[in-house]
């Protein structure tokens, strides 16, 4: 794979003087590309995937357009064996969990900014001709009065801090549209019982508690109405996401957690 994303920055005329695979679990990994004109960001996708490289791409221009911090597109280079490339700028920091751990002090600061931008996310126009592309969420919740742009896997690894305040977001593949309230319920799904969080130990999840407050407190002053019925469907989603790949043991707090805000949810609260 190596070969190819070095080739896909060659073929824009580039000297590639290195690279390397970024951290993380992703199926479609995000490689660091270096050049003498600075770093690349580059993504593989299979060729029966290039509509997703080419909708990543679009939509990375209509964010930017609306002023939204994502990186912006270099270029979709074809005609690589087997696969499609998203090149991207890379931008400066460090993701926004790189930076709660050198900074544990920093949380509430920290969740408070990411809490703000996930909220303005939620505020953007969405333009026609994007609202024919990108899908709408399917879940067995009412449809929502007002549609907006959802990312589905905000979370600190997806976000990046520089010059410490929270600078962008990363990681656009699960994006739909929908009902706001559904996407904060996934953020504090994963911020509360994602079972990755909870094999970080007892300081991580400390900090990731302070976080999350702040979270709250920057995206709306506190919870937003309604939202139980949300936080059920986002416990729904991550046993179906993580399920699969998760020994049983290490969903207890994800069923527990479902469990409670769907009788919550019947109760009326």
Request: aromatic content about 8%.
């Amino acid at each position: 794979m190596e070969v190819t994303i070095r080739a896909a920055v060659e073929a824009l005329g580039l000297e590639v003087t290195g690279s390397h695979r970024m951290p993380g679990g992703s199926t479609l990994p995000t490689w660091q590309v270096n050049t003498p004109h600075g770093p690349l960001a580059v993504r593989l996708y299979p060729t029966f995937l290039e509509w997703v490289a080419r909708g990543m791409a679009r939509l990375s221009t209509v964010l930017r357009e609306a002023n939204f911090p994502v990186p912006g597109v270099v270029a979709v280079v074809e005609d690589l064996p087997g696969y499609v490339a998203l090149i991207q700028e890379w931008l400066p920091g460090v993701t926004c969990g790189e930076a709660l751990r050198r900074e544990p002090g920093q949380a509430w600061a920290y969740g408070v900014q990411f809490g703000q931008l996930q909220a303005r996310l939620h505020t953007l126009p969405i333009p026609p001709e994007v609202a024919g592309e990108v899908p709408c969420l399917e879940t067995h919740l009412p449809p929502p009065a007002r549609l907006a742009w959802l990312h589905l896997d905000y979370h600190p690894l997806n976000v990046l801090v520089a010059e410490g305040r929270v600078s962008a977001v990363l990681d656009w593949e699960n994006v739909r549209l929908g009902d706001a309230r559904a996407d904060v319920a996934r953020t504090l799904s994963i911020l509360s019982v994602d079972p990755v969080v909870w094999r970080a130990g007892q300081e991580v999840r400390q900090s990731l508690r302070t976080f999350r407050r702040g979270y709250l407190a920057g995206y709306a002053g506190g919870l937003m109405d309604d939202l139980p019925p949300f936080l059920a469907w986002a416990g729904e989603f991550m046993l179906r996401d993580r399920g699969p790949h998760c020994a049983e043991a290490g969903l207890v707090h994800v069923r527990r957690w479902t469990r409670y805000w769907r009788s919550r949810s019947r109760d009326g609260h």
